[in-house]
């Protein structure tokens, strides 16, 4: 079997154990992790265009994540808009925002972008907690519905219930279909270009790429996704307040993005599970979560600063080696 | 118009902090070019590490606030070596995510050494002249002046000792001062040193002037980087003059606005000064 066919058939066979899922786990808790992490997949895919791929730490994911979450909220309690609506809504309004806050930020290089993005989180986040007649401040908004039921073939959908598989089902298939669209573009020559930026700016704006126009489409799909993933977060958990959405889980976002293995496809969905279940087995020691994180970090940079999926394909393709060759 | 006056002291108290903050910020970035982002809580950690020296010798703030800055130092001698060194020559982005790292690591054994309550450091200047209908605060004006010894110290290690031209060819081109003979490694190391002294000071004075607490390290070395930003990236005129600007119309938010939102000035400021002239107030294009 060739490569590609390798791949067709691991995707395929990924793809039918995942829609199964719902029956093979048994604890709830457990499912409402996996829900989590997917939406997390989509966070990080998002984190992955402007990190992995343009070589732009920006450190704002979880500050659009709120931003979705909180339009798609309020959307739907005080103008009474369907949940579909505002989902598919959300998207476009956090792609929007980013644009006119993308802009000026993406002037500067490097580490000041990353600041400056880091700035903008703050923000997001300082609103959110103060503009309290809107956002309900602290205290937050509780009771947020849940996608309507519809009926398809006959049966009812519905997606009310914690660990709802239908919820679940809803999640991957968002999750799958922005790693899509991230597959796209990375294969795309829109892709090419990133990787050129990230790797030398300068002489891709001398060969005659407006690379801040790129810059700016990644960091936009980026804001994107998040924006999704937070009113997927927000419908799904159904009570709102400022705590998920600051500095912390944006750093959260890039430790995904660095575990799994930034520039790659697949990374960011190994890492996004990784940061979500990485906390629940370390809630053990949970005073030195914080130090562990940050060593985790640390020690992952320095020892393995291309993650774990590019190092888990160099460890197959070394195995593949070792196999008797066919003549 | 009083109060405007008012307002402008109590900012450049604050600012002179900024100040501090974005110096240690700024020979880092000018030596190394690493945007240390931890360094705001390292200068937390230096305001902890006062007040329990205080607490637990009895001893006065200022002989406290030494001993912390050489703690400070020692501190920032094993960051260099454990975490920015091994990546001097691994991408830009290696070393920020590193930075980003060790401020959830700091800030964790913050809050595991001290504890998570509030700390206000007591001192004895508690005094308040009246000047021209002006109520100056004894503290506000002791901080901005323990500030200006400070900065002068540095300016003059800077410019006239030996160590300080070594730094100041290492910042202009690092290759060539490695074929001078200097030693790279031991400079890096030494302005590591000066940058953590200068933020623990700052905590220190923070720690006076308002409340120590976790998470605000956070806060702090965001500042430090608008200050960075708006002055012009590596210039120290350009950090003292954005540090006590930044202080100012803080305050003049915090006065005439609202004080739930002095701290997204900061970020306003930055981000049109990036706008409108993104090389900095004092920068060079």
Known sequence: ?327 | MIEIFQQSLNGLAIGAVYVLIALGLTVVFGILGIAHFAHGSVAMFGGYLTFLVMEKFGIPFFTAMGIAMVGGAALGLVIERLAYHPVQDAPHINAFIIALGLTMMMEGMNLLMFGADQVVIQTPYRGVFHIAGIAVAELRLIVILTACVLVGAITLLIAKTKTGKSIRAVAQNRQAAILMGVNVSMVSLVVFAISSALGVAAGALIGALLAIAPGVGEGLAVKGFAVLILGGLGSIPGAIAGGLILGVSEAMAAGFISSAYKDVIAFLVMILVLLFRPEGLLGKR
């Open chain 1, 1 to 327: 079997m060739s490569q590609s066919a390798i791949r067709l058939w691991m995707g395929l066979g990924f793809g039918a154990m995942a829609i199964y899922m719902p029956n093979l786990v048994t604890l709830p808790y457990f499912m409402h992790l996996i829900i989590l992490a997917l939406v997390w997949v989509i966070l990080a895919q998002g984190q992955n265009l402007m990190q992995g791929l343009v070589g732009y730490v920006s450190i704002t994911q979880a500050g659009f994540m709120g931003v979705g979450a909180y339009f798609s909220t309020l959307l739907t309690l005080k103008l009474g808009c369907s949940v579909w609506l505002t989902i598919f809504m959300t998207p476009f309004f956090t792609g929007l925002l980013s644009v006119l806050v993308g802009y000026p930020s993406l002037r500067v290089k490097g580490h000041y972008f990353a600041i400056v993005t880091l700035a903008y989180n703050m923000v997001i986040f300082t609103i959110l907690l103060t503009f309290s007649s809107v956002t309900g401040g602290e205290a937050g908004i509780s009771n947020i519905a849940r996608p309507s039921s519809f009926s398809l073939w006959g049966y009812v959908i519905d997606f009310e219930g914690r660990s709802n598989s239908n919820y679940y089902l809803l999640v991957l298939l968002l999750a799958a279909l922005s790693t899509g669209i991230c597959g796209f573009i990375l294969h795309s020559r829109v892709g090419r270009v990133f990787l050129a930026i990230r790797q030398n700016e300068v002489l891709a704006d001398a060969i005659g790429i407006q690379s801040w126009r790129y810059k700016l489409f990644a960091f936009v799909m980026s804001a994107a996704l998040a924006g999704l993933a937070g009113a997927l977060y927000a419908h799904y958990i159904g009570f709102l307040n400022p705590e998920p959405f600051g500095v912390d889980q944006s750093l959260n976002a890039i430790l995904a993005v660095i575990l799994g293995g930034s520039g790659t496809l697949t990374g960011p969905v190994v890492g996004a599970f990784a940061v979500t279940f990485l906390p629940e087995y370390l809630r053990i020691a949970d005073s030195y979560r914080l130090v562990t994180y940050g060593f985790i970090l640390v020690i992952a940079t320095i020892f393995l600063p291309r993650g774990l999926v590019p190092v888990a394909k160099d460890l197959y393709l070394f195995l593949i080696s070792l196999l008797p060759k066919r003549k």
